[in-house]
């Protein structure tokens, strides 16, 4: 039987070109640690690696290697494919036109392996930019942005606008199918008032808890093919006194909900960190709910992580089968993380942290 380089045969399983999503990163590009594997007994894989071609017969090392890279894709396609993973997009990867690129192509692999994507976005360097230049002062309090009237106007105009619309366009230049969606269209996000501070006193503004999510709307949308891409701006409850009110919601609160209520396979949340880690800087690779609850307690996870690693554990008790909080910054770390763990679904083995129950 012949056998194909590397990068042919990964591209005809996609059914695209050989250029196609599957790329080499450069060396001087960030790489995963083999120091950070999780499973012992299954070599760390870059899904990057199996694109490396040459015109040389290949040898038998790289075809082995490269064989034993498509089982692990096969089995990660077998266990996942038709099944919805969630996916809170975020941080540098947003601000980094490579990265952002990458992610958009990351997307469509994972749509033409018949995987469902539901892509939820954050926004915020680009709210603290578009805050800066209208001269409306914002403040952060437990992790989350204290929104008056005027910041969630000008967070609306800047996350239902121009940062949806790039990403849904970018998926859709990629050779895939997006639709960008505000939580406000068709009822998507309906929300209550969130209160702020340990005994839920504090007063954030119109920050939203989110109470409903119209997974019809989702899931008609991903039966056809296509990719929703959220915005994380909701509104009132139908028939409550703040039904016309427009909340704003964080990001990684609206991605946990949302993967929770539809019962996705997988929650990703990209960040800027490597995970979850301890209060000596080194990676918490994998916890439990009881974990996480225990370092919000001992303030071993502060600020910004809280929201991430809280709604994780309740998407995860919702019946999500597995959370990450994963390395953004990491070229293709979606695909990585989503491909590379094989038949068990426990990610790349190169980073980041995986929340169970």
């Not at 989350?144 to 967070?155: G, H, K, L």
């Not at 990629?174 to 005994?199: F, M, N, P, V, Y």
């Not at 800027?272 to 370092?295: F, M, P, T, W």
Request: aromatic share 4%.
């Amino acid at each position: 039987m012949k056998l194909f380089p590397p990068k042919i045969a990964i591209a005809a399983f996609l059914g695209t070109s050989a250029t196609y999503g599957f790329v080499t990163v450069p060396p001087s590009s960030p790489s995963i640690s083999t120091s950070t594997r999780r499973h012992s007994d299954r070599p760390r894989r870059r899904v990057d690696a199996i694109a490396a071609s040459s015109s040389s017969p290949p040898s038998p090392s790289s075809v082995g290697s490269f064989v034993m890279d498509a089982i692990t894709i096969a089995s990660s396609v077998g266990s996942l494919s038709g099944k919805t993973v969630v996916v809170k997009y975020g941080g540098n990867a947003m601000t980094s036109p490579e990265l952002a690129s990458l992610f958009c192509m990351d997307v469509v692999a994972l749509q033409r392996l018949g995987l469902r994507i539901v892509v939820v976005h954050g926004g915020g360097p680009m709210i603290n930019s578009m805050l800066e230049k209208v001269g409306v002062e914002s403040a952060w309090a437990g992790g989350m942005r204290v929104s008056t009237p005027e910041v969630v106007d000008v967070a609306s105009m800047v996350l239902s606008g121009r940062v949806n619309k790039d990403i849904s366009g970018g998926i859709s230049l990629a050779g895939g199918r997006a639709i960008g969606l505000s939580g406000r269209d068709d009822g998507l996000l309906r929300c209550e008032k969130l209160w702020g501070g340990d005994d839920g006193s504090l007063d954030i503004g119109n920050v939203g808890e989110v109470v409903t999510v119209n997974t019809d709307l989702i899931n008609r949308l991903l039966d056809m093919g296509i990719t929703p891409v959220i915005a994380p701006i909701g509104m009132g409850c139908k028939g409550a006194n703040d039904e016309h009110v427009v909340y704003n919601i964080n990001a990684d609160v609206a991605a946990g909900r949302i993967a929770g209520e539809l019962r996705a396979a997988r929650v990703l949340f990209l960040t800027d960190i490597a995970g979850v880690l301890d209060k000596e800087k080194a990676l918490l690779d994998k916890l439990s709910c009881d974990d996480i609850d225990r370092l919000i307690k001992d303030e071993t996870i502060t600020g910004g992580m809280i929201p991430k690693v809280t709604y994780a554990t309740d998407a995860v008790k919702l019946g999500v089968q597995g959370a990450f909080i994963t390395d953004g910054r990491v070229p293709h770390a979606l695909l990585n993380e989503i491909l590379a763990g094989g038949e068990d679904g426990m990610g790349s083995g190169g980073g980041g942290t995986v929340v169970t129950l």
